[in-house]
């Protein structure tokens, strides 16, 4: 597994038949993104349906 499959962005896309990234980025976060300008994904988030119901 990688670390965008577990990632709550990720999302299968009819349209596309296949999965991506579904986080919201603006012009310049999207091309710092294309061009590997970063080390790790600063908006990954853990896709864990049960985070928020252990909170409680």
């Known amino acids: ?3 965008c499959e577990s990632c709550v962005f990720y999302q299968y896309d009819e349209n596309y038949d296949d999965y991506v990234c579904d986080m919201d980025l603006d ?3 999207m091309v710092r993104f294309l061009s590997s300008q970063t080390d790790s ?3 990954w988030r853990p896709g864990d349906d049960y ?3 252990r909170r409680q």
């Open 41 to 43: 994904c600063p908006y």
């Open 1 to 3: 597994m990688t670390k």
């Open 51 to 53: 985070l928020t119901a």
């Open 27 to 29: 012009e310049d976060e």
